[in-house]
């Protein structure tokens, strides 16, 4: 289709001299011979050429009005008084250009073509822009249903901004994948992504990993050593699992978030960063507000942007779609012929419950392709974990026989201890406790030390 030019230029004679250019050049052209004229007609126009001098209003408070109406069609300026005042302030105004008179008809055309390319590049980044939020794959992060178009979407908005993000999801449900989309949609994509695991830091360390401490701080301590948060200065930092962050380490957190500023363990020196936060987490908060094991004041400073990660139970649409995706991801890998999977093998994964979500559905597609003897999985190839222990029935309750409810509990947390080999955080985990909430329960049965 042609791109029309609407002309706003006082002389007649001029004002043809452009249009028979332009339409000899394969562009339509609307004429106007004031702003006031041209104003009425820019909604036909793909591009408008004014003069800066004009009867009235002037062409830069034309452009400047246009540009308040926030549309975003390109205008070059026409001057014949050659200042570079006049053209910074048509720039500044946002004019696309500029051609200072008098100019030769080959340089109109090349402006004019120039911007009208211009705008056709950014109409079509932002038409890709609107259709990844459509798209049921991006960075990795698979989903066709409702409820991850609204992520994706929640996604391209928070991205550029600074503002912290609390991602809410059951374990394998992709929180370090949705924070590194987030980190990588950022202005900040080109600087560090720390990532800190909170259970898998000992409590006496804690403090030592996040924010690094002086030389003699402590026992062994022969080096200074910086922190995750230094690390991570002008980039990223995910903490992993906060809900598990003691309370003392809460605190210091809290001033991070506040006033991006801490001391090093050892240190009267306060070093400040700009890091953006990104915490995430297995467990409902609130439940440890009402607890008392998780501060008030830090958990509204996590809680700028939340984003609910459904499990995948709950959008079971997005299991082909995932199936697949992973089928295409692994069996390359595996260097099995595997290349596809059946309808059939697709409806026995619809028909399983997903206790360890996306994560889990991974293991069983790469498990099955290994296994796989033919070039599709069938659903006879499906390799679900049916080793597990099935959960109870909703309504379903019962104990052992001859054991009472103190001894079942305590008898859960030795064995949790064991089979993490002491790691209280290690343990909690296993037992879908809190780090606090394991070791209250400890100081109750007498097993603390």
């Given at each position: 289709m042609k791109k029309r030019v609407l002309i706003v230029e006082d002389e007649d004679k001029l004002r043809r001299i452009l249009e028979l250019q332009l339409v000899d050049s394969g562009f339509e052209v609307v004429k106007a011979s004031s702003a006031e004229e041209a104003l009425p007609l820019?909604?036909?126009?793909?591009?408008?050429?004014?003069?800066?001098?004009?009867?009235?209003?002037?062409?830069?408070?034309?452009?400047?009005?246009?540009?308040?109406?926030?549309?975003?069609?390109?205008?070059?300026?026409?001057?014949?008084?050659?200042?570079?005042?006049?053209?910074?302030d048509a720039m500044k105004a946002g004019a696309a250009d500029f051609l200072l008179k008098p100019f030769s008809l080959d340089q109109l055309i090349a402006v004019v073509s120039k911007a009208l390319e211009i705008r056709n590049l950014r109409e079509e980044n932002r038409e890709l822009k609107e259709e990844?939020?459509?798209?049921?794959?991006?960075?990795?992060?698979?989903?066709?249903?409702?409820?991850?178009?609204?992520?994706?979407?929640?996604?391209?908005?928070?991205?550029?901004?600074?503002?912290?993000?609390?991602?809410?999801?059951?374990?394998?449900?992709?929180?370090?994948?949705?924070?590194?989309?987030?980190?990588?949609?950022?202005?900040?994509?080109?600087?560090?992504?720390?990532?800190?695991?909170?259970?898998?830091?000992?409590?006496?360390?804690?403090?030592?990993?996040?924010?690094?401490?002086?030389?003699?701080?402590?026992?062994?301590?022969?080096?200074?050593?910086?922190?995750?948060?230094?690390?991570?200065?002008?980039?990223?930092?995910?903490?992993?699992?906060?809900?598990?962050?003691?309370?003392?380490?809460?605190?210091?957190?809290?001033?991070?978030?506040?006033?991006?500023?801490?001391?090093?363990?050892g240190s009267n020196k306060t070093t400040h960063i700009d890091v953006r936060v990104i915490a995430a987490t297995n467990r409902d908060l609130r439940v440890a507000l009402e607890e008392g094991t998780f501060r008030e004041d830090l958990y509204y400073r996590l809680n700028v942007v939340p984003i609910e990660i459904p499990p995948l139970r709950e959008r079971k649409t997005d299991i082909p779609y995932l199936a697949r995706h992973f089928v295409e991801k692994l069996a390359p890998e595996s260097g099995n012929m595997v290349h596809g999977i059946t309808d059939a093998a697709i409806d026995r994964l619809m028909e399983y419950s997903w206790p360890g979500n996306v994560r889990e559905l991974e293991n069983v597609i790469?498990?099955?392709?290994?296994?796989?003897?033919?070039?599709?999985?069938?659903?006879?190839?499906?390799?679900?974990?049916?080793?597990?222990?099935?959960?109870?029935?909703?309504?379903?309750?019962?104990?052992?026989?001859?054991?009472?409810?103190?001894?079942?509990?305590?008898?859960?947390?030795?064995?949790a201890l064991k089979q993490a080999n002491g790691n209280k955080s290690q343990a909690a985990r296993i037992l879908g406790l809190t780090r606090n909430a394991l070791r209250y329960r400890l100081t109750q049965i007498g097993i603390e030390s």
């Open positions: 820019i909604d036909r126009a793909d591009l408008i050429l004014t003069d800066f001098k004009l009867p009235q209003m002037t062409g830069l408070e034309m452009l400047q009005l246009i540009r308040r109406s926030d549309t975003h069609l390109p205008v070059i300026v026409m001057t014949a008084f050659g200042t570079v005042e006049n053209a910074v990844l939020g459509r798209k049921y794959r991006w960075d990795n992060i698979v989903g066709r249903s409702p409820a991850m178009q609204q992520i994706f979407a929640t996604i391209m908005r928070v991205a550029p901004s600074r503002a912290t993000v609390l991602l809410a999801g059951e374990s394998g449900t992709g929180k370090d994948l949705i924070a590194r989309a987030i980190h990588h949609h950022s202005p900040r994509k080109d600087r560090p992504f720390v990532k800190i695991n909170c259970t898998a830091l000992p409590e006496n360390l804690m403090e030592s990993e996040l924010f690094g401490y002086e030389k003699g701080a402590f026992t062994g301590a022969n080096i200074s050593k910086p922190g995750k948060f230094e690390q991570a200065d002008t980039g990223t930092v995910m903490l992993d699992e906060i809900g598990d962050v003691p309370a003392n380490i809460q605190i210091k957190l809290l001033r991070v978030l506040q006033e991006r500023e801490f001391e090093r363990l790469e498990r099955s392709i290994v296994m796989a003897s033919g070039d599709k999985l069938d659903a006879a190839e499906i390799r679900l974990d049916m080793n597990l222990r099935p959960r109870q029935a909703a309504g379903e309750l019962g104990l052992p026989e001859g054991m009472s409810l103190d001894a079942y509990e305590q008898e859960l947390i030795r064995n």
